[in-house]
């Protein structure tokens, strides 16, 4: 019942299981197959949009997942000098492909406001507005992927922001972070 899925790594993807997909967010998130049963970690460190794109119809077609946990766009923000427009038509992209998946759910994890990308807090901020908007667009129209958009950028202000949610280098999560 199980696949391998990409090429990096021999992921196994369970059918009808939760794939966590993206950039290092994901790829830290150390403990989330053992929180989530029956899922597979396939993110990858310093993957951007247009890197995780070429991954969907490898996960698409190796596995039949009930939900696809999806981070990306930071790195296309802030390492990789993209704006935010430019950003969440990479995501559209991933989305488009998503969409052949009837009855997939998929949950996108928004951006943070890390302590050592500040200057990119607007940009993050915009990204996120964008897919906020899409998430309300789809659920409008009746897609056939169900988005559900995690505003993890008003959680952390809401907690306060404080360092202790963020790893020594100010931009991945620490462990408190994560939960």
Do not use: Q
């Amino acid at each position: 019942f199980v696949s391998p899925i990409c090429k990096k790594k021999n992921y196994v993807v369970p059918k009808k299981g939760v794939v966590f997909l993206g950039d290092s967010d994901i790829d830290y998130w150390v403990n989330s197959t053992v929180k989530v049963p029956d899922s597979v970690n396939i993110g990858i460190g310093g993957a951007t949009c247009e890197g995780v794109l070429p991954l969907v119809p490898d996960v698409l077609k190796h596995s039949d997942p009930s939900t696809i946990v999806l981070v990306c766009g930071e790195n296309d923000m802030d390492g990789g000098g993209r704006t935010p427009e430019v950003t969440y038509g990479r995501f559209e992209k991933i989305m488009a492909k998503l969409e052949a998946s009837s009855g997939l759910r998929v949950v996108m994890l928004g951006t943070k406001p890390e302590p050592e990308s500040r200057n990119k807090a607007d940009d993050f901020k915009s990204y996120d507005r964008m897919i906020r908007e899409y998430a309300i667009k789809n659920a409008a129209g009746g897609g056939n992927v169900h988005l559900t958009f995690i505003d993890v950028h008003l959680a952390f202000l809401e907690m306060g922001n404080n360092r202790n949610l963020y790893a020594d280098d100010g931009v991945h999560m620490s462990p408190k972070g994560y939960a």
